[in-house]
């Protein structure tokens, strides 16, 4: 959530600071460093949401 809200909040400052900007390579450091947590989350999410089990788990207190 503070991932999300970071984004939120500051992406209009974020615009006019560095993507209006030469593009340099402290610019890539910069979008790669904050980016790459929010295509993660993005991936997280859709493969918690997609995902489907073909493997049954059966939870016993005795093993077999």
């Known amino acids: ?3 999300w809200t970071d984004v939120a909040l500051t992406f209009a400052v974020e615009v006019r600071r560095i993507w ?3 593009f340099s390579f402290a610019t890539f450091i ?3 460093s904050r ?6 989350r993005v991936f997280l999410v ?4 997609l995902w489907k089990s073909t493997d049954r788990v059966r ?3 005795f093993p077999n």
């Open 46 to 49: 859709l493969g918690a949401v």
């Open 59 to 61: 939870c016993s207190p």
């Open 1 to 3: 959530v503070i991932l």
């Open 20 to 22: 209006r900007r030469k």
């Open 30 to 32: 910069y979008l790669v």
């Open 35 to 40: 980016y790459i947590a929010v295509i993660e």
